[in-house]
């Protein structure tokens, strides 16, 4: 069973940076496509970023020159977090799209369904003012 494990995150005054990790096992695909996602209380699901294997990258406008996603050899993946403001509070989770959709689509990073999708079980950032 393909399983994700997050690490890092925790909490930082506003302007300071993070690090957020994801690490992803027993899955069979070469090619693969992962992303962050975030979700505030009270307000919907966002995407956040997204790499795959061959090094595509796609991110959130509200994230744009802060954050930087990138990828390792064995399916791992850290986003890198700077400029940190308040509005960036929220429980982060790791996925990984088996269609690889969420990587190869236009668009914002965005859940494009129910099936082959997995998720890490979530790290809390906060950022105080």
């Known amino acids: 069973q393909v399983h994700l494990v997050q690490s890092g995150g925790v909490s930082v005054q506003a302007g300071g940076s993070l690090t957020l990790s994801c690490a992803a096992s027993?899955?069979?695909?070469?090619?693969?496509?992962m992303g962050w996602f975030r979700q505030a209380p009270g307000k919907a699901r966002e995407g956040v970023a997204a790499?795959?294997?061959?090094?595509?990258v796609k991110y959130a406008n509200s994230v744009k020159g802060r954050f930087t996603i990138s990828h390792g050899a064995a399916r791992n993946m850290v986003l890198q977090m700077s400029s940190l403001t308040p509005e960036d509070t929220a429980m982060y989770y790791c996925?990984?799209?088996?269609?690889?959709?969420?990587?190869?689509?236009?668009?914002?990073?965005?859940?494009?369904?129910?099936?082959?999708?997995?998720w890490g079980q979530g790290t809390q950032v906060n950022v105080s003012s």
């Open positions: 996925a990984l799209d088996d269609s690889r959709l969420l990587c190869v689509s236009d668009g914002p990073p965005a859940v494009t369904g129910t099936l082959g999708w997995y």
């Open positions: 027993n899955y069979p695909g070469s090619r693969w496509c």
């Open positions: 790499v795959d294997n061959e090094g595509r």
